[in-house]
């Protein structure tokens, strides 16, 4: 398989790179990739950094030169819903915007609200920025389907109430949209795991917890596929 697997930092699965005992080489034309042979898989590590404009460009610049089998972005993010365990691994199925726009007679309007965007229009499927990937599903189907919101406000505890109510979000990442946006775009086949390393309904954090079910989850996986 062709991968391309995207993360914001290559130290986030440096302990999956351990356990293969991988040298990724640093590809010419692109410096924020690397790449690697593993298993029977073909990969190209793609380290974005931190925010959604980073990821936007890095990622469409990967994919409209390269055709993959499966993009497959590994975030962490904060969950908004108390039952949700730390570590927990959700599969973003529905991508979106969730504080992007401006505040209209003390309301919060945002781009779909201000009709700066329309959910009709491509890549937009079914009102949404939704994931239809359905190759290697038996692969994901144990990881929780979920909306996710991108926020540039990233653990605000005072807007959880209202992301929720408005976008029926079960978590939020700082660069998701990033990624899934020029994806579905390019009609390129993707998963957007999220692992929480944060639950902003209890108040708890853990984000060594989060590397590890990270790091487990993708040693799993690779050998799935």
């Known amino acids: 398989m062709k991968l391309l697997l995207v993360v914001a930092s290559v130290k986030d699965v440096q302990p999956f ?4 005992q991988l040298s990724p080489v640093q590809n010419a034309g692109m410096k924020f990739m ?5 298993l029977h898989h073909e990969v190209d590590l793609l380290e974005t950094g931190v925010g959604v404009y980073q990821t936007t460009y890095k990622v469409t610049k990967a994919i409209t030169a390269t055709k993959y089998h499966l993009a497959l972005k590994l975030s962490f993010g904060n969950s908004y819903k108390e039952s949700t365990e730390l570590g927990s691994i959700l599969n973003i199925v529905n991508e979106k915007p969730g504080d992007f726009g401006m505040m209209v007679n003390n309301e919060w309007k945002d781009l779909y ?3 700066l965007v329309k959910r009709e229009d491509e890549p937009h499927v079914r009102g949404g920025l939704i ?9 994901f189907l ?5 909306v996710g919101i991108t926020v540039s406000h990233y653990a605000d ?3 959880v109430q209202s992301r929720i109510e408005k976008y029926k979000a079960d978590c939020e990442t700082g660069d998701g949209l990033g990624f899934t946006y020029p994806c579905l775009f390019e009609k390129q086949l993707l998963y957007h795991l999220c692992v929480i390393e944060r639950n902003l309904a209890t ?9 590890e079910k990270l790091n487990e989850t993708l040693i799993d996986l690779i050998q799935k596929l």
């Open 113 to 115: 609200d201000l009709d």
């Open 17 to 20: 790179l351990q356990h293969f």
């Open 131 to 139: 994931n239809l990937t359905n190759a290697y599903m038996n692969v």
């Open 34 to 38: 690397h790449s690697f042979k593993v």
């Open 157 to 159: 505890v005072s807007m």
């Open 142 to 146: 144990p990881f929780k389907k979920s």
């Open 203 to 211: 108040g708890q954090e853990n984000f060594n917890l989060a590397i």
